[in-house]
């Protein structure tokens, strides 16, 4: 059982690149979400998803776009790199509302 | 806008002592509270679930106790080890859809020993 996977593990970007972080579940989650890690800001919510073909904005979703075509894949996509994107970014996934939290191992973004 | 608040950011202690992590959040209308363990360049580990309607939780040397009314948990660490050092996170989900969660930055904890 492989939870919550991310790739990939590192990236670096040139400011005005996109690009997609992948995020997929095998526990057949219905919720997901994506966070970023910042010092001293704590974990931000991007963007969330309750099931397949629904999503949601979370605290800041400005420069951040998803979607949710199957239970399994929820990825992120970067449109146009900007230096304050450079974070720690985690997908996290749960049963259903209110239930545990698992989070992937993280994918570390550099954005020159 | 809720706001969660840990203290202390950082705690140094011998091994073997019990200790007693802090958080706390400004709007008591939750839907439950969770505590998380990160190891450096890790990801984050669900160590503990409290619904809104409980008090507490137990699991092995920890427990998590809950007091929405003053708006305020606790992190039990009962005989603590070395391998307990890590950073310590709680999160408080919106009464409206509990896996929307707001955390606050965190307890590094270091065992000595």
């Known amino acids: 059982n492989a939870g919550v996977t991310q790739t990939p593990k590192f990236q670096v970007l040139k400011t005005g690149q996109s690009m997609t972080l992948q995020c997929a579940q095998d526990?057949?989650?219905?919720?997901m979400s994506w966070y970023r890690q910042d010092p001293g800001m704590g974990l931000r919510l991007i963007h969330y998803s309750v099931g397949a073909g629904i999503t949601d904005q979370g605290e800041v979703p400005n420069g951040y776009n998803v979607s949710r075509s199957t239970t399994e894949d929820f990825p992120l996509r970067l449109l146009s790199a900007a230096p304050s994107q450079t974070s720690v970014y985690f997908c996290?996934?749960?049963?259903?509302?209110?239930?545990?939290?698992?989070f992937g191992e993280g994918s570390r973004l550099t954005v020159l | 806008k809720q706001e969660v608040t840990q203290i202390p950011a950082a705690l140094s202690v011998p091994e073997g002592e019990n200790l007693v992590l802090n958080c706390s959040f400004t709007d008591s209308a939750i839907y439950n509270l969770q505590w998380f363990r990160q190891d450096p360049g890790k990801g984050l580990t669900s160590l503990l679930l409290i619904q809104s309607s409980q008090r507490e939780q137990t699991s092995g040397r920890l427990n998590a106790s809950l007091d929405k009314s003053s708006g305020r948990s606790t992190l039990y660490i009962a005989a603590s080890q070395p391998g307990d050092s890590a950073t310590y996170l709680c999160a408080v989900g919106e009464e409206t859809s509990g896996s929307r969660l707001t955390f606050g930055e965190g307890t590094q904890l270091t065992v000595n020993p």
């Open positions: 526990m057949n989650h219905e919720y």
């Open positions: 996290a996934s749960s049963y259903n509302r209110g239930w545990e939290l698992f």
